[in-house]
Each structure stands twice: as structure tokens, then as C-alpha cells.
């Protein structure tokens, strides 16, 4: 299993510290990005970029309730910890299906239990296993940003710029994925819609969040808008 990609939201680099040091005694592999603000993470948030967000209730400038609740807004699965001195609270982390509600000073055995709710929702989410430089390579689908077709290789674009190369053709690996949320969009393309920021139809190209660009066929561009704002509008709907 892949480290745990966590987002800590926290004001006081006190209590930051204090999670660093929670994280190495639990033994558990992560990846951290740390916010000061609410509003700073969402700016950087999208649909399955984090396994698990450690949210402070009270912070000096969006507090923790009104970020979750526009977290959720986006992403109604993320394991989301509130983390606090109040109990006050309890209500809006019902309402907002937050998954723990941890009391500061943090314990080590919360915190530990914590992590291990957000590894078992891991485990569960679907995964496809590819064979790369020799070695079969466990892929969680909603990593795969997009996959380029070059020759007789497949170079999978995982999210945080990982790229998984393997032997394969794009008509095969696209039949072992749901659509939605992947499109193919280009004979050489398959792209997953919850990682598109943008369409460019001058370029006839999808934008990704982390920067990259997945080309559309000519003939395509129309399709392409038509299945982006239907994808979009569903999970809104939902």
C-alpha cells in the first residue's frame, strides 16, 4: 500500500509540530501538506488528493466547519478528522460527515486509531495492477490522471507527477477502468475527468490540476466538452 497523503490544516505551527511528532511515533508512511488556513487548502483541493485532512475547528481566518463544508462540496469521501479543544461542535461533524473528532492535547492512541480508519478506507478503493520494469506495480484508480499510449508502452501519469511505464496498449488497459470518470479523448489518450481543471478547445486539450495537458482529437472537442460538463454536473447533482 501506497504512504497516506495527508493535509494537516493548522494555525498554530505549535500544534504542527505536535502532529509531526505524533506522525513519526505512529511508524506510518505519509506525505504531508501543511495549511495555516482553510482557505489555503481549497485552493490547492481537488476530488481523491488526500487519504485522510486533519481540520482545526477554529482558525483566525475560515474556520474549520465552513472549509469542511465546502470540502465536502467537492469530495463527499475524504476521511476528514476535526481537531479541537471544544466539544461544541459535534453537530456541524455530523452534519458534515467528518470521521473523527479528536480533543487537543491530541493522544498518540487517537491519533494512531485515526490513521488506521483512513488505511482501511484505502484498502477499499479500487486498484488496478500493472507489470513495470519487472515488477507487478499496484495502481489505486483514482491516482491515474491520464495515460499516453507511445509505441508498444503505456506511460501512466499518476497523480503528484509519479509516471508508471509499462508494456500494453490503451484499447486493453482502457477496458479495466469505468467510464466515468475516464474518457478516451485522443487515440493515443485516456484521461480521468476528476483530475481535468480545465478544456482549452483553441488547443484541443484538457487541462490538468497539476499542470499537464492531454490532447483531444479534432473531431472530438465537441464530445469532449459535452462529456466534461456532464461529469461535472453530475457530481454536483450527487
Excluded: W
Aim: proline letters at 3%; hydrophobic letters at 35%.
Amino acid at each position: 500500500m501506497r504512504k497516506l497523503k495527508l493535509a494537516i490544516c493548522e494555525d498554530e505551527e505549535k500544534e504542527y509540530q505536535n502532529f509531526l511528532t505524533l506522525l513519526e511515533k505512529s511508524g506510518v508512511e505519509n506525505e504531508v501538506d501543511y495549511f495555516c488556513d482553510g482557505s489555503d487548502l481549497l485552493k490547492q483541493f481537488y476530488q481523491g488528493k488526500y487519504d485522510l485532512i486533519f481540520m482545526d475547528i477554529y482558525m483566525n481566518q475560515m474556520n474549520g466547519v465552513e472549509t469542511v463544508s465546502k470540502i465536502r462540496e467537492i469530495d463527499e469521501h475524504v476521511p476528514i478528522a476535526f481537531t479541537t479543544t471544544s466539544k461544541d461542535h459535534f453537530a456541524d461533524g455530523f452534519r458534515l460527515r467528518v470521521n473523527r473528532y479528536l480533543e487537543k492535547p491530541l493522544q498518540q492512541s487517537d491519533f494512531n486509531e485515526t490513521l488506521q480508519m483512513a488505511q482501511e478506507a484505502l484498502k477499499l478503493r479500487p486498484h488496478i495492477t500493472v507489470k513495470s520494469e519487472g515488477k507487478d506495480v499496484e495502481l489505486m484508480e483514482s491516482d491515474i490522471a491520464f495515460v499516453e499510449q507511445s509505441r508498444h508502452h503505456l506511460f501512466i501519469n499518476m497523480t503528484g507527477s509519479k509516471k508508471v511505464k509499462t508494456l500494453g496498449k490503451l484499447d486493453d488497459f482502457e477496458k479495466h477502468l469505468p467510464h466515468p470518470p475516464f474518457y478516451r479523448c485522443h487515440k493515443s489518450y485516456l484521461v480521468n475527468l476528476t483530475q481535468v481543471a480545465s478544456l482549452d478547445k483553441e488547443n484541443r486539450m484538457f487541462v490538468m490540476k497539476e499542470g499537464d495537458y492531454v490532447y483531444i482529437r479534432r473531431a472530438s472537442i465537441y464530445e469532449a466538452a459535452r462529456v466534461l460538463k456532464q461529469f461535472l454536473f453530475s457530481n454536483v447533482r450527487d
